[in-house]
């Protein structure tokens, strides 16, 4: 017979996916897009080879889910001989060799079988017709960032769980989110994460975020993953916290009447020590598309503007990511701070990262991806979309942003106006970076007027009722003073958003100056500066007995930016 060597592709890897679902009953109308990877009916392995050498490796490196009561989601058990060759057109042992040589089984994060023993299966399976040569599937440069020992006993800690939510027979990629908040009365120090695993039957992996003005990864968890922690201190936990918590389900072995509350415990300590706050440079989710069928790398530069210690990084990117990497450059010379080939969008984990950073060390991420489709995929929130984020635990947090584009200069540059009389100096107001903090309706403005003082902005918001921007970046910076019925008003945004006038970056300047009465309501400045009766489309108002701002972006119907104003 002659031997088929596989070496690990895109396309091959698509086309096995494709008789995968086949294969567990996921849909009965794919079609398998490559002849090359559809399974032969006339091979029958070895049953005596199977009991001697296939079974021990089968138990070894697959048991634990495909056992003779399949787990952790997996469809079918692998247990004995029958099981595996028995069926009709969707028999395992069809897909077994090739899931084994395109290294798509066990899943990432799973104690991974020698290449020998890869090699022994798929050969088996294949009746000697598929040879492992290259060891392909998720590769890095960096260990997956694990917690040290066991989890502390006496330490209080907070459960955050699904509600015994059920899974159906039918579900098999379905993703439950549960927010929390208002987790702790006082500000706390999240020392250590750890997966609480209930229905291993259906899960198939969670995710914890921290949404704020941004959407940030705090923790994940796959099958073969454990527990994370902080060395010498933890991440700050606040009452006003908002956390999420992402369970994907998939009953693959269609369990019935199951409910399950797994979910992250997170363990607390008080906020004594290291502090660590997560930071996600990179290019993010605007900006940038990959056409149809093109291959590319998309990639963004910065400077990181003060000394830390970087703990661990998780990269993300959506479908069609194939490869990942974190360059440093100091003095001259580049680090490889991590690198990942062969992208998995299931398995997204955190990698040690233990690095000194110093303060102009220039920080580089870099996201390449494989667009096989007939279709642009352009950067966004939605899974179809695609994103670059090297979402990093540092320490100390940063006090403002974590590094700034260009020649060390920020995106956004702001220096106080002509109509401002007393204005704050511009170092001393930390610009706010507001990402993916995207509302349909925005916020309202309520009844009432403002005290005579003198307000900085704390945070932006882009409403979009019709959704016709899905996601933005605003980085401004802005004061506001309000004195007798007068106000100056001063600030500078820069957006980055996917439209023709957005998607290079805006800057848009602002100073003006005059009356605003809002005994009646909202209402625009009654203009003196910087000329008499300028009508400006900044509306004013009042939100949470704060000044508020709402703006029409020009050239995107109805959308809107909201800027929301603080006591200085």
Sequence with gaps: MASLTLRRSRSQKRSLLRAFLILIGVTSSLALASCESEPSHACEPDRDVYDREIAPLVETHCGACHGEEPDNGAPFSLNTYDAIVAGGE?????????????????????????????????????????????????????????????????????????????????????????????????????TRMSPIVDESRVLHHLVLALVTDTFTYMYTWAPGTGSIDFPGGGVRLRPTDVLRLQIHYNNGSRVEDVR??????????????????????GPGATGFRIDPRDTTAIEKSCTIIDDAEALAVMPHMHEIGSAFEVDLERDGSTERLIGLTGWDFETQLFYELPVSLRAGDEWTVRCHYENPGSEAVVAGPATSDEMCFAFTYVTPPPSGAFCRTGDGAPELEYAPGMCIESPLDAGTITPLLAEHRLTEEGPSFAEGELADAHYVLKSAIVA?????????????AGQLV????????????????????????????????????????????????????????????????????????????DTYLWLLFDDA
């Design 482 to 557: 309000t004195e007798g019925g007068n106000a100056e008003f001063d600030g500078a945004m820069h957006i980055v958003a996917p439209t023709p006038e957005t998607e290079d970056g805006l800057q848009v300047d602002i100073s003006l100056s005059g009356a605003l009465d809002l005994s009646a309501g909202p209402r625009e400045i009654e203009t003196t500066c910087p000329a008499a009766g300028i009508g400006t489309g900044v509306v004013f108002g009042v939100v949470d007995e704060k000044p508020a701002a709402r703006i029409a972006i020009d050239g995107v119907p």
């Design 90 to 190: 969707a028999r395992v042992v069809d897909v077994m060799g090739q899931l084994m040589a395109e290294f798509a089984m066990p899943p990432t994060g799973a104690p991974q079988p020698t290449l020998a023993d890869r090699d022994a299966i798929a050969q088996w399976a294949s009746c000697g017709e598929i040879t492992v040569e290259d060891e392909g599937g998720l590769g890095s440069n960096r260990p997956v960032f694990h917690a040290r020992g066991s989890d502390p006993e006496g330490t209080p800690s907070l459960d955050l769980t699904a509600d015994s939510e059920p899974v159906s027979v039918d579900d098999r990629d379905r993703y439950h989110e549960v927010d929390f908040t208002g987790l702790v009365e006082e500000e706390m120090f999240i």
């Design 260 to 281: 399950d509350s797994s979910g992250v415990r997170l363990f607390l300590g008080e906020p004594e020590g290291r502090e660590y706050a997560m930071v996600g440079p």
């Design 464 to 476: 979009s009722p019709s959704r016709i921007v899905r996601v933005a970046v605003v980085h401004a």
